[in-house]
């Protein structure tokens, strides 16, 4: 999850951005002008900007401009003209990318979050399978860049399973491990928890291969 702050003088298009942003897991600060802008960028700590080129008091050049003598968070421009001229300019002031008007939603997330990974890389213990990352050092999951809130038995359960990759763990041998030989319930536990870490993991959970009579293993490549 990152801060995001949408700089858009159109009222609808800055809140349909921002209504995306936040179901990708983004918190918004939104700005209807340049001047507004520079004003958060000073005092909020923010971690990509998307920032309109036509607005009133200041414009975008000049807000992109004045943001990177300040600051080095990635910054989408967002223009009504397809103009390579103005694309190469934004570039020249230190944009990172473009949109151009009328765009779709989605796309402009998908932009952002990739345009965040390249910006804030995963630590380099983290543990990866398809759009899976794990981080042990802060017990925390990202699923296409995008953390995930788990339980702490579920978190146990997606660590060790990523960490003994392509091996098969029985029932009895998951509850021993991640439970201890002294819990009292039964291997049904297992399913259940097992059950709600695929769902959160949306079709990534297809990594977690239940084996008839055997058990369960996790599998990288799928």
């Given amino acids: 999850m990152a801060n995001i702050l949408i700089v858009e003088d159109e009222k609808n298009m800055r809140e349909i ?18 001047m507004d802008a520079l004003l958060l960028l000073k005092n909020t700590p923010v971690d990509l900007m998307i920032l309109d080129l036509m607005m009133p008091h200041l414009d975008g050049f000049s807000v992109c401009k004045i943001a990177r003598e300040i600051s080095a968070l990635p910054i989408i421009m967002l223009t009504a003209k397809d103009s390579e001229d103005d694309k190469l300019k934004g570039y ?13 939603p989605k796309v402009l997330l998908a932009k952002v979050n990739a345009l965040l990974r390249r910006s804030f890389p995963i630590p380099t213990d983290t543990l990866s399978a398809g759009k899976i990352s794990l981080v042990p050092a802060s017990h925390k999951v990202f699923l296409d860049g995008q953390e995930i809130a788990l339980t702490y ?35 049904r536990t297992v399913d259940t928890h097992i059950k709600t870490l695929r769902q959160k993991l ?21």
């Fill in 17 to 34: 951005i921002a209504e995306y942003m936040r179901r990708g897991g983004h918190t918004c600060f939104t700005a209807e002008d340049g």
């Fill in 92 to 104: 020249d002031l230190g944009a990172d990318d473009y949109m151009t008007k009328p765009f779709s």
């Fill in 153 to 187: 038995k579920e978190y146990e359960l997606l660590h060790f399973f990523m960490k003994n990759p392509e091996q098969i763990f029985s029932r009895e041998q998951l509850l021993n491990r991640i439970w201890g030989y002294d819990f009292a319930g039964t291997t």
């Fill in 202 to 222: 949306g079709d990534e959970g297809r990594h977690i291969v239940t084996l008839i009579r055997s058990g369960y293993k996790f599998e990288v490549h799928v």
